[in-house]
């Protein structure tokens, strides 16, 4: 009997009618195994994975294939996305054993759950020296069988050497300016001038990165650190990794030049991205920045956001082409003749020079994926953007690809600072409502009454399982720049709830280390930790982060102390491996500034001068800057007490390193006070 029917996940759904006899992870998986004396296999995916649906449709819909599986294994099936957990843990196995990762995961475990034999696609018939499936299913079973000492041995190594993998903590003191110059250095070399980006294919949306050489330029002036940031951000918007009819970007391009993508589009991505060009925006007034920062916020409000107000997890890379099958960017990419229907002969071959459609194709079959190839000539703006509608609205028309309807907490607190940030500096008053209603939602569904997060909800429907370091450190993250843009103060309050949990029960108390998850969590052949970036912050600096943002609000000793060691691996990692710790080396960029604690007050919030105050500090470049805005005499937040009023006019406050420069009521000392 298949197990998936009643659970949350989308990407276990997608399994629900397998003939498989899959588990969820859970106790009764491994005691059914220990039952019958036989091994786990572990398959770990997520639902916009292109291979995870391949393997599935070869090889778990294959009757002979899932009936040798119940026979001889108990199988357990698991969303990377709902248990980040299980998967960092085995997956520092498989990478340890065999050199390299990804999904679809497939480990093979004692019913004590330790794994002896890893792989990750598996084909149904040999290829290219791989093994097909079901060779690897006899060959395994044989030597569950036949070699059971030698398979419970090699677990039990795998299981010690794991427990013996410890960070190099470095030490307790923050990153200096010769470490952050060191990490500048290292990313100068790996940069890539013609292409923008860092290292070669597949290539990657550097976001974290990206905020670090924004804040290294904003506090030092480093004109070669924007000029990276500036450039790499110029060429994924111009490449088919950016959608360039609806906005928002796919998971990386396989290709060094942003061209041809893996279509998947993920919130974390979009998120971060988003917040990245607004950020963009405001250091350079980049108006190509403001209009992907603008597009890509309405791109997750239009296509990701949920019916209860929280944002979907993704959108799958394939697509139906219209022939029945799914197909890898059926839904985005175009040939001229397709182009030559919608368009007629003459805007067919405008919006051909204009996009980058060949009749070779830059894809497959003679298909191309839309870019802005650099060429010269102008174009008019006008008939552009008519031509950009009419292939939208037929593109709407194509089946569109499957969402991954799943609520994930971390990946809305990204999006929750993107679109209050984004919202607030553009005067668009509906994206910062959005924004609150994702927070709400958390509020509402996610969080306990001992303010304990659940990682996933689903059709308004909590998860089973408990939230991860990185959930508790994004929905901090979301909730502190919510509440710099609205100047409601309960968004701080929350905020502080969710970061007393980081240090209580996450941080090591003897080294200032941080888990992924908490003390008091499932036990797990090892606890996993990783301070380092994968395609989101890591829990670790993101929680780094969040501490001294509250620190800075409040004033509170224990965050900043919390927050500074935390970096204590960022001065070890990041002179060296700066493309892998790139928010770490954001936080301590924002250690060095202060940040600078900003009090707006005024009659009310309504108040024009406070408006114009409020704007501007949001707008201020300083690294991590801290915003709090209110009436005078409000409590709402600590920055606001004992901030009079000069001369009856809104007045800006700017503190840091526990000096106060002088009150001003003028925008242009403010913007000043605040420009990095």
Known sequence: MNRLAGVTSPYLLQHADNPVDWWPWGPGAFEEAKRRDVPVLLSVGYSACHWCHVMAHESFEDRETAEYLNAHYVSVKVDREERPDVDAVYMEAVQAATGHGGWPMTVFLTPEAEPFYFGTYFPPAPRQGMPSFRQVLQGVH?????????????????VRDLAGREISYGDDQVPGEPELAQALLALTRDYDPQRGGFGGAPKFPPSMVLEFLLRHHARTGAEGALQMARDTCERMARGGIYDQLGGGFARYSVDRDWVVPHFEKMLYDNALLCRVYAHLWRSTGSEPARRVALETADFMVRELRTAEGGFASALDADSDDGTGRHVEGAYYVWTPEQLREVLGERDAELAAQ??????????????????????????????????????????????????????????????????AETGAYFGRPDLVEAAVAAADLLVRLHLDEQARLTRTSKDGHAGANAGVLEDYADVAEGFLALASVTGEGVWLEFAGFLLDHVVARFTDPE????????ADAERLIRRPQDPTDNAAPSGWTAAAGALLSYAAHTGSEPH???????LGVVKALGPRVPRFIGWGLAVAEA?????????????????DGTKDLHRTALLGTAPGAVVASGAAGSEEFPLLRDRPLVGGEPTAYVCRHFTCDAPTTEVERLRAALSG
């Open 591 to 607: 250690v060095l500034d202060g940040p600078r604690e900003v009090a707006i007050v005024g009659p009310d919030l309504g108040h």
């Open 142 to 158: 044989q030597a569950w069988r036949e070699r059971r000492d030698e398979v419970t041995e090699v677990a039990g190594k795998i």
């Open 354 to 419: 204009y996009f980058g459609v060949t009749e070779e194709g830059t894809f497959e079959h003679g298909q191309s994926v839309l870019q802005l190839p650099d060429q010269e000539g102008l174009f008019e703006a006008e008939r552009v953007a008519s031509i950009r509608e009419r292939l939208l609205e037929k593109r709407s028309g194509r089946p569109a690809p499957g969402r991954d309807d799943k609520v994930v907490a971390a990946w809305n607190g990204l999006a929750i600072a993107a679109l």
């Open 511 to 518: 080294s200032g280390a941080l888990y992924d998850t908490a």
């Open 560 to 566: 900043r102390t919390a927050a500074e060691r935390a």
